[in-house]
């Protein structure tokens, strides 16, 4: 119950005063404190207090330091309430504040007194900023001969105790001055020591840069002023700073607080001390696992301020965890781990998940972090195969490093788990290619010259290089080249030079807009067309031949690779008879090469011109020397009636017998200009077959031959009439 004034004013006029006694709506009687009557305790020791309570989700519990900031303390639930622990670091009143549904419980707030150690005197009002204290000696004083020493030099905790120890033995007699210097007003206390020495407490309430003045009989003792950083509680830069961060840079809410995880989950620990100097225990973290048992979770540096610890989820329940620094509590969580596997939770990365060098090792890795208990399964499928090695780190990642030898699109298929499910982002799709390398860019057909006015092509080969645009350029004045891409990165490049006789054009060879090292290429132009450039080779590449066998066909090849492309090629061909032979010219595959044929029926020697565009490709006739090839002397004459008188356009058949007669083929001279059409057939088991059909009136002889030379009975002699006469 509480007593409110209530104040009335009336017309301007104020009544009586009013006392209104309101009773809460709520009954705190049942809500009591144990261990708080004419409670004293020594600084920096802990204290245990008990609050009894049925409701405790609506009863709070504030602790202020005498300076007046809030204490943290570890409050525990207990069957009838609460168990409080704390360890005071100020000398002074502490105020225990209790509260339920924001009301104050009776006799709240509690007063707890905190005093230094034994021997140990606080001034009178508690919080001052200066101090003197007198040291008796027979010698005068010698303020270079005080030494100040203690862990209160140098670097200090905020809103935490410390001191420093003044030695006065050798300086004489004089009086000891104290001031401190700083952002805030700061607590002092001397106590003589009786042996010479002082210590003097102080705490520094707020962080920042104070300075301690230490005067013997009114001189600075060596070292004064001394320069103090007073940094911020420990607790207060760890929750500052976060108490850890998952492994590997997973993203997501540190370890600090409540989380459901998988069985086999790693977790890693890291908390930063941001510089704090320990002054008892320093940073320790302790885990509770499900059966109750509690383990020291082992720190490993990582730097001066960076501590690492890692944990593994391998019981089923709830793990709690409690980060301690010098015995007090800065940060606490738990952790409910629980059976099953997540392929969500696994995460892939690295650059080999997108692109990769052809021949080179490429990797990424693979992250089951928070997945649960499981295997990874992988797959990748591309236009080769892949040399591949997969390093486990024993932390629930790992390391894949695989090598492709073709270029082209491949596909990475993770799985994780006994369902073999496909991981965030898989199947990934990976480029391969080759490193970007010029030099790896070749020309092939590319022979230095040109024909004025005449197409010419070449290859450029980019196949051992990244994928790049491949150009071609002339200087200007020259129509510009077609570059033709015919196989994946091979370009066939055309194009047509002007210019005179022995001029030198250059061609600019560019792969992604840069020149390669053999460009610019040199093209010496020539003429058009150069008849005796023509060369004549037999069908196997080889020099022409002097010889050949009669009856059967002579074929030569006709090069004009270096004479340019004609527009008519025609040959001659006259027999060692003085009579013209028929022959043939057709163009080959290549465009440089044709073929020129005839067949030499009688043994003796051929000439041949060859002429290119009407011009002769040499001055003298190229000459064929034909031999006899078979035995014309075994083949048999059949068929042939014995009549001499022929009529024109009549028919006659007769047969042959060439099977003996070896290597070698039939062939038929009429003799004289007279016209007699004739052809062969053949027939079976060696058998040829000869037709004649005389044209013309007149005397006629035919002669047969095989092998070039005349078979037995081989001149046919007959007289033509007109079937009129």
Not at 395 to 422: A, F, M, Q, R
Not at 658 to 681: C, F, K
Request: proline fraction near 8%.
């Amino acid at each position: 119950m509480s007593c409110f004034k209530l104040k009335v004013v009336f017309a301007g006029v104020e009544i009586p005063k009013v006392e209104i006694n309101v009773k809460p709506h709520v009954d705190i009687s049942g809500i009591r404190v144990e261990g708080l009557k004419d409670a004293i305790v020594t600084v920096n020791c802990e204290k245990e207090v008990h609050v009894f309570t049925c409701d405790g989700d609506n009863t709070r519990i504030t602790i202020r330091s005498p300076s007046g900031r809030v204490v943290e303390a570890l409050i525990e639930p207990t069957a009838t309430g609460f168990r409080v622990r704390f360890t005071p670091s100020e000398i002074g009143d502490y105020t225990i504040e209790v509260t339920y549904e924001d009301i104050p419980i009776d006799e709240s707030p509690f007063t707890l007194h905190s005093v230094p150690p034994l021997n140990e005197k606080v001034t009178p009002n508690g919080v001052v900023a200066e101090a003197e204290y007198v040291v008796s000696a027979s010698e005068p004083p010698q303020a270079q001969l005080v030494k100040v020493t203690g862990p209160g030099l140098g670097t200090v905790l905020a809103a935490r105790s410390t001191h420093v120890l003044i030695d006065a033995t050798r300086a004489g007699f004089g009086n000891i001055d104290l001031y401190v210097d700083g952002p805030a007003k700061t607590p002092i206390n001397c106590i003589d020591n009786h042996d010479g020495t002082c210590s003097m407490f102080y705490e520094p309430l707020v962080p920042g840069v104070y300075y301690l003045r230490v005067m013997f009989d009114d001189c600075h003792v060596p070292g004064s002023p001394f320069k103090i950083l007073a940094q911020p509680p420990v607790s207060e830069r760890l929750r500052r700073n976060g108490g850890s961060r998952r492994s590997s840079g997973h993203k997501g809410k540190g370890w600090i607080g409540k989380e459901n995880v998988l069985l086999g989950h790693r977790k890693e620990i890291r908390v930063s001390t941001s510089g704090a100097v320990p002054s008892t225990t320093g940073l320790e973290a302790i885990t509770e696992d499900p059966d109750g048992r509690r383990y020291l979770l082992k720190f490993t540096p990582e730097s001066d301020d960076v501590f690492v610890g890692g944990w593994t989820a391998q019981k089923l329940g709830e793990t709690k965890f409690s980060v301690f620094y010098d015995g007090i509590m800065v940060a606490e969580g738990k952790t409910i781990v629980r059976e099953g596997q997540d392929a969500s939770k696994c995460r892939a990365v690295g650059e080999g998940l997108e692109r990769a060098i052809v021949g080179e090792r490429t990797k990424f890795r693979i992250d089951t972090q928070g997945a649960g208990e499981g295997s990874i399964a992988m797959a990748i499928k591309g236009p080769s195969e892949s040399k591949t090695t997969v390093t486990d780190h024993s932390n629930g990642s790992c390391t894949v490093e695989y090598v492709l030898l073709t270029p082209g699109l491949y596909e990475i298929n993770i799985v994780y788990g006994e369902k073999k499910e496909p991981i965030p982002g898989s199947p990934f799709t990976t480029v391969a290619d080759f490193r970007h390398d010029p030099s790896k860019v070749s020309v092939e057909g590319f022979e230095g010259k040109a024909r004025i006015g005449v197409p010419t092509s070449f290859v450029v080969d980019a196949t051992r290089t990244a994928a790049l645009p491949i150009d071609v350029r002339l200087p200007v004045g020259q129509q510009q080249p077609i570059v033709e891409e015919f196989e994946p990165r091979r370009y066939r490049v055309t194009f047509t030079a002007t210019g005179k006789p022995d001029d030198v054009v250059p061609v600019e060879l560019l792969y992604g807009g840069e020149p390669v090292p053999a460009s610019p290429l040199k093209v010496t132009l020539t003429s058009a067309l150069e008849p005796d450039r023509v060369k004549l080779r037999d069908r196997s590449g080889a020099p022409f031949p002097s010889e050949s066998r009669a009856s059967l066909p002579a074929t030569f090849i006709i090069d004009v690779s270096e004479a340019g492309r004609p527009d008519k090629l025609s040959a001659e061909v006259m027999g060692p008879d003085g009579r013209p032979r028929k022959s043939t010219i057709i163009a080959t595959g290549d465009p440089n090469m044709y073929e020129v044929s005839f067949t030499p029926d009688i043994v003796g020697t051929y000439e041949m011109l060859v002429f290119f565009n009407g011009t002769l490709i040499s001055r003298t006739p190229y000459r064929i020397h034909c031999v006899p090839v078979g035995d014309a002397n075994k083949c048999i004459l059949r068929d042939l009636r014995e009549e001499r008188l022929w009529g024109v356009g009549e028919t006659r058949r007769f047969a042959v017998d060439v099977s003996n007669a070896g290597t070698g083929a039939l062939s038929v001279i009429p003799n004289g200009s007279r016209d007699v059409e004739w052809s062969i057939e053949k027939g079976e088991g060696g058998i040829q077959y000869v037709i004649l059909k005389p044209l013309t009136a007149g005397p006629h002889a035919v002669f047969l031959l095989y092998g070039g030379r005349e078979i037995p009975n081989g001149v046919i002699s007959f007289e033509v009439r007109s079937l009129y006469e």
